[in-house]
């Protein structure tokens, strides 16, 4: 199992970022697959989540209306458009795997994945 996030770089506050995460090893309709992300010095969090089958998807209450993740299966990648940047989103951000087609809320922004991939890092400043 591989994931490789890219996608990521200095936004200004109110802009959009889209982030990309290229996987293999796995279907990405038969596990749940999600975006983390960690500040340096803090705990890693997740902030999204988007479930195998039927693509239902979770986001953290910080992000929610902001963020949307979403899969290309053809392509074997998984997406997070991030609109609305704030400072606070600031942050290394990785893709992940989890053992499962789904997720519980709790769980996904637990972040506690089986798999996860090297981070981008985004950064909103002015």
């Known amino acids: 199992v591989q994931l490789q996030a890219s996608g990521g770089g200095l936004a200004q506050p109110g802009g959009s970022l889209r982030l990309s995460c290229s996987v293999s090893g796995f279907a990405l309709e038969d596990f749940a697959v999600g975006w983390l992300r960690q500040v340096r010095g803090k705990t890693r969090e997740g902030v999204s989540c988007?479930?195998?089958?039927?693509?239902?998807?979770y986001y953290a209450d910080s992000v929610k209306g902001r963020f949307t993740i979403s899969r290309d299966r053809t392509k074997n990648t998984v997406y997070l458009q991030m609109n609305n940047l704030r400072p606070e989103d600031t942050a290394d951000y990785y893709c992940a795997k989890f053992p499962w087609a789904v997720v519980s809320g709790p769980l996904c922004k637990s972040g506690a994945a089986e798999y996860w991939g090297k981070g981008t890092q985004v950064t909103v400043s002015s």
């Open positions: 988007l479930m195998g089958g039927d693509s239902t998807t």
